[in-house]
């Protein structure tokens, strides 16, 4: 997704309001709610006829906050009320792993929230705070209460002359479009949506400072690569000498191995060659994302010496600096010679690794994990 600054200019509708509507923001709902009109627009094929539902875009918040809030660990603010609402309803891990559900399959997780969502506090705030900007003489009105009345007149009174994005139907459950803002959201979806996006990852890298890979996590949710490489890298050297796995001691097959991510992927959104150590599929379920105790750290790096020593016997010069190329651009090594000594590589590995897994254990991965 290309992601922009601003929106779009318009000589039918405010476009400068809507620049604002993101000023001053200390929460997470309104990049949420506007990416689920956006959605449920577009679905619509943008006609201004088919009214929105509170509750369904409430839904569509929750289930495009759930995997960088539940299965990504990224800190919303202190303040937030999505995730308040996501652990409300306890829809955790667990959950979507007992129910056998693909934590990328939004239209699931959507279902499984819906399924579980029965009173909640955002649609009674969420979409009136969102066209506020369009109404100044709100300004300095606090109740909740009052804001929302006020919000919804206006929204009916000036629907034909200020022309804010929409205005509430009589239950105020369901939000009436504007045709002239439907028609510019038509005409400039992918900036408008990229202009949203571009505000919330600002967000939430304030929110998470020195977090990797924040933008991957967000959406469109990142898809697992594949470890053919890094396999095939990890047959060759298995295939020329007897490896033990680094957690449970027994022997790794060559022909049958899984790879484990040292510090987990749902962390760290990548399969780099360093941070990949071979194991049973069995173990490696086990670990799932848990951070390994520092117990398995000299096993880990012994392993990853041993693996480079053999695999620069084993492939050519070119073909082994292609694969291991990784390890020194990442843990800042200086040469491929430097990977073979392994104090150097241990020093690399401290200096690189241990600061990942203390960013881990304060995001809310489960620290300190052994095989019993």
Known sequence: MVLYSEPPDSDRVSAA????????VRNSYK??????????????LFDPALPLSTRELILEMLSLAWSPHVYFRLSFGSQDQVTRELDKSALSRSIIQESAINPWDRAAIRAQI??????????????????????????????????NQRVAELCEEYFVSRKPPYMFDRSRSKLI???????YFRENLAVVRGWVWWNFLQYMQRCNPNVPA?????????ARESLDKQSKFWSTVLAAQPFACIYSGAPIDSRAFALDHFVPWSF?????????????????????DRLPARDYFEKFVSAQHGALLV???QMTEKVWEDSVKCFIGDLSMPSFGALLDRDRLQKAYQTSVFPLLQLAEANGFEPNWTLS
């Not at 479009?177 to 028609?183: L, Q």
């Not at 924040?214 to 990142?222: D, M, V």
């Open 311 to 313: 695999s620069q016997q």
């Open 268 to 288: 760290v959104v990548h399969n780099q060659l360093w941070n990949l150590i071979p194991t049973s599929a069995t173990v490696n379920s086990k670990k799932s």
């Open 214 to 222: 924040i933008s991957l996590k967000l959406s469109p949710l990142p």
């Open 31 to 44: 990049f949420l709610f506007f990416i689920a009109i956006l959605d449920r627009l577009e679905a619509n």
């Open 17 to 24: 309001t809507l620049a604002r509507i993101f000023d001053d």
């Open 177 to 183: 479009m504007h045709p002239a803002w439907c028609a």
């Open 114 to 147: 819906a399924s579980r969502l029965t009173d909640n506090q955002l649609d009674r705030f969420v979409p009136y705070r969102l066209v506020r900007p369009f109404f100044p003489e709100t300004r300095g009105m606090k109740k909740d209460h009052e804001v």
